[in-house]
């Protein structure tokens, strides 16, 4: 039931899904614009980098009024990346700027159209650093919402200040996850928000 509730996917081989898009029909021009492919060029010659790999969860990245505007992708194994002439990230975003522009690219939260009746109710959020980490977190809190990284905006926090004034901060226990806290205690504070950290001690992840 959580998968259908997250809506969340999974890519086995590299090229399945450029392979199905193809035969309903889209061509390279139009998934090289919807984010999906990268075109580099080695010497004389250009190829495609599929930018949502292998092996990969993948999360659907919505607008405020949830239109799909992108896909996240969680890689379970590493590949290489010609663009970048490097391994890849854990992550990846394919997202079309036909659907959104990057102003809106920081919203929502993930997870706000679960948390959102439950956080106006009892005025707090639990604001945890990833996607895989909200799924787990809103079983046990249906508060919780995701950053989608370590880091967040001010606009973004500013959207939150419409539904509650108190925010429980759980990003991870390690100097990225410390950063990410002072980061968004300094936003709160200028939009006269009310910030505190839960300790993960002696775990990393919430």
Not at 14 to 29: A, E
Not at 54 to 71: A, C, H, K, Q
Not at 135 to 144: E, W
């Amino acid at each position: 039931q959580e998968i259908k509730d997250w809506r969340i996917g999974y890519l086995p081989h590299t090229k399945s899904l450029v392979n199905h898009l193809k035969k309903c029909g889209y061509s390279w021009k139009e998934l090289i614009k919807e984010g999906l492919l990268s075109v580099f060029k080695e010497g004389d010659w250009f190829d495609f980098y599929i930018r949502i790999a292998n092996r990969t969860i993948t999360f659907p990245l919505t607008t405020e009024d949830s239109v799909v505007y992108g896909i996240e992708a969680r890689r379970t194994t590493e590949i290489f990346c010609p663009v970048r002439n490097e391994m890849t990230s854990k992550y990846d975003t394919a997202y079309s700027l036909q659907v959104c522009d990057e102003d809106k690219l920081c919203l929502p939260w993930y997870g706000f159209k679960i948390a959102v009746s439950s956080i106006i109710q009892e005025n707090y959020a639990i604001v945890v650093e990833g996607k895989i980490d909200v799924i787990s977190a809103q079983r046990l809190n249906k508060n919780s919402l995701a950053i989608g990284g370590t880091h967040s905006s001010l606009r973004k926090l500013n959207q939150l200040k419409n539904y509650c004034t108190n925010i429980l901060c759980a990003t991870d226990n390690d100097k990225p996850g410390q950063r990410s806290f002072e980061d968004l205690k300094n936003k709160a504070n200028f939009l006269g928000l009310n910030m505190a950290r839960i300790s993960l001690a002696p775990f990393k992840d919430p």
